[in-house]
């Protein structure tokens, strides 16, 4: 199956195993992110997707296997370099999650005071707000609370808040779902312009096969713990496997 | 019969978790909150909010109270020849118990379950891992800030409402016996002694410590779901309440051991 090894691989999971009480939700998954790359991973509603990137952060603790980004084992390091390595990783979460006691200049300040040792201490955060919110085409929401927001608006500020901190990585996760298909669309288009400008690698949580097919270069079927089949859109399209083919139908 | 045993077992088992859940929860409190970093600016937000939130509220219950506590004794001490009484039995009653319980009860439901509602919506909408991911302690910086906010603002509060409770009292002999300001409040400091005032601000901190412990507790383990949030927030109110009253009745075996009342 398709894995553009030409370039250098970002992140690396390897025989990675969570287990909630007696759900063994991952059972062995492997996958590979390459430098540049937009790696989709789709499956059921339960079947570990969000638990998977959760770990890749440090979110979530993995009973067994290794997670190495950007050469670095995520289960080795200690929290201080936890927290720096994050400021590579922009984490785009299903439901947003802005803070709904700040405003939207406060929501993207808000990793940019608490990072001091990738950006030091800014005085003024205003011209990097104002350049994160222009890149998702909302500048003048800056001073908007989250409540005043649309579902489509919430998604750009948090992908605003995401990029301010000028990640080499963004994981997506659900990135359309409660999304009409106008505003989905446009999320999309949103996140291929912010690859094409920033060139970010992206690992994007999906069971949008609309989604999938506009962005994946690669993607990945996760299925009962494991990374079933891999391969690109069209590969995976014109399986036969009936497992497969559920999620194409 | 056998079902039955069971449950009363399941029952003592799930309360036995809570609870250790809990004392691990202010282990952490106490582990994490020496050290830095430390979140300064939240902390003194919270006392601001806290305290400013709670302030009308306790401020008027506690009038009320001290109003309906002299009405409802002023029959009976006339009955006695005993009104002369009445300041003196007030501000006992009133710094020693009436006022401690009363506002920290009214806290628990006030800031106890806003803390537990605020803290299990940002649970269930992700943003505390959003937080964690910005590379903050989400632990240091919305948990130790307000149960330190909590501890400090509510004796704060207490004295708040017990100095109107005081003066509703007040109000009333004023009214109904024309007795004077001066007359009043000198019979008040000549009755309360160190060992009405002292223990009783004391387990105030005690107080504060459970809302906010238990608030905080409940919201940041919140389950899945907006019915968790309102669980969370109903069961931080509950738990409060029930905690009040332990801390207070042990405040007392203490108070009592001490100053052999």
Known sequence: ?249 | MKKYFANIIEVIKSFLKEVGEISYFAGRFFKEFLFPPYEFKEFLRQCYYIGNRSLFLVGVTGFIIGLVFTLQSRPTLQEFGAVSWMASMVSVSIIREIGPIITALICAGRIGSGIGAELGSMKVTEQIDAMEVSGTNPFKYLVITRILATTLMLPLLVIFGDVLAIYGSYLVENIKDNVSFQLYFNQVFNILEYSDVVPATLKTFFFGFAIGLIGCYKGYNCKKGTAGVGKAANAAVVYTSMLLFIIDFIAVFITNIFYKM
């Open chain 1, 1 to 249: 199956m398709t894995n553009d090894s030409s370039k250098a691989p970002i992140i690396v999971i390897k025989d990675l195993h969570k287990t909630f009480g007696t759900n063994k939700v991952l059972d062995g998954f492997n996958l590979v992110l390459n430098e540049g790359e937009n790696l989709v991973v789709m499956g059921k509603s339960g079947s570990g997707k969000s638990v998977m990137i959760k770990c890749l952060i440090g979110l979530e603790t993995p009973d067994s296997g290794t997670i190495s980004v950007m050469n670095k084992e995520i289960n080795t390091l200690e929290q201080v370099a936890i927290d720096e390595l994050r400021t590579e990783i922009g984490f785009l979460f299903q439901g947003s999650a802005l803070y709904d006691s700040m405003s939207v200049r406060e929501n993207l300040e808000f990793p940019l005071r608490r990072h001091t040792k990738k950006f030091g201490k800014i005085k003024d955060t205003t011209p990097l707000v104002i350049e994160a919110l222009e890149s998702v085409g909302l500048a003048n929401a800056i001073n908007l609370m989250p409540n005043e927001l649309s579902g489509g608006m919430k998604r750009r500020i948090a992908l605003a808040r995401t990029l301010i901190l000028k990640p080499k990585i963004i994981l997506y996760d659900e990135p359309t779902t409660g999304l009409d298909p106008i505003t989905s669309k446009e999320i999309i288009l949103l996140m291929k312009s912010i690859q094409e400008k920033y060139n970010t690698s992206s690992i994007i949580i999906t069971h949008d096969v609309d989604c999938a097919k506009a962005i994946a270069n690669r993607m990945i079927l996760l299925i009962d713990g494991i990374n079933y089949i891999e391969g690109t859109f069209e590969e995976l399209n014109a399986s036969n496997d009936p497992k497969v083919q559920a999620f194409f139908k």
